[in-house]
């Protein structure tokens, strides 16, 4: 089959800025043939995108992007062909969502100190409905409330590591993921790499049983993605690839139906989870 492979997007179900509809939609007309949403610690969107894609006779992932945690930094990681109603699973991520809650009313509450209050409610509005809280909600609210002229200013000067509002997450270290991921039936997959900058975590990750990592993203460059197919092939892991899309004012917009992964790899992406490709 032709067209994109792009296993790596975002809905509104966590910090994206489309609907599953919205999402389908445009992927369709990007080009898209075969798609994974990765909202971060959630699902809430998965069944919508299942019924949404098969409509349109596109080719659907489960998929999802966990948080895990090394040495107080996070470390994501992706997740395909997973079992969403897994009751283990869901038990998991209430718990990663149930934290994303108290990080960011704790950030809430920093700002307020230092006189830059947002409103609260807004900011944790999705806890209801199984959506996935983060940092970009808060930066969204701060520039609402004329606090900062845009959301890189909330993280550079407010929100980000080292910052006054910045709170640390709390979560399973990544080697405790790719088990948690392989229990539910899925694939785990080391996500964008070339931004994490810790490839010395790698031989211990494959130890634990790391199968995948992703070489194509949009903010790989030529010879980043190279490196990590290089890796890849010296460990025996599979790969995966995807725009990392969150939506149309959002970064890596151009990268949209342009980045993604080529069939034959993921065709051995799909083995590793016992499942056919295209």
């Keep these: 089959m032709s067209g994109v492979i792009d296993l790596h997007l975002h809905t509104t179900a966590s910090d994206g800025v489309c609907t599953p509809s919205e999402l389908v939609d445009m992927a369709w007309r990007a080009g898209i043939t075969t798609m994974s949403v990765t909202d971060h610690d959630t699902v809430a969107a998965v069944a919508e995108i299942a019924a949404l894609t098969r409509d349109c006779g596109m080719s659907f992932v489960p998929g999802i992007e966990i948080t895990a945690v090394h040495e107080g930094r996070d470390v994501h990681m992706l997740g395909y062909f997973i079992d969403s109603e897994n009751a283990p699973f869901a038990e998991f991520l209430q718990r990663q969502r149930v934290d994303r809650v108290r990080r960011l009313s704790e950030m809430v509450d920093l700002l307020a100190d230092i006189g830059k209050p947002i409103n609260r409610e807004k900011v944790l509005a999705k806890r ?3 959506g996935s809280l983060g940092r970009p909600m ?27 509002a910045f709170v640390p997450r709390v979560g399973p270290p990544p080697s405790e993921v790719i088990g948690i991921v392989a229990d539910a039936g899925g694939v785990a997959s080391l996500a964008h790499p070339g931004l994490l900058k810790r490839d010395d975590l790698i031989p211990a990750l494959v130890e634990a049983g790391l199968p995948a990592l992703e070489a194509f993203h949009s903010d790989h460059d030529p010879d980043t993605t190279v490196h990590y197919l290089a890796l890849a092939e010296r460990y025996g892991l599979a790969v995966s690839g995807g725009s990392d899309y969150h939506g149309e004012a959002i970064r890596r917009r151009s990268a949209f139906g342009r980045i993604g992964l080529p069939v034959e790899q993921f065709e051995r992406l799909a083995a590793r989870a016992g499942k056919k490709g295209h």
Excluded: N, S, W, Y
């Design 138 to 164: 808060v930066a969204r609210a701060l520039v609402k409330a004329g606090h900062v002229a845009d959301m890189r200013q909330a993280f550079d000067e407010l929100i980000g590591e080292g910052r006054p």
């Design 128 to 130: 209801e409905a199984g």
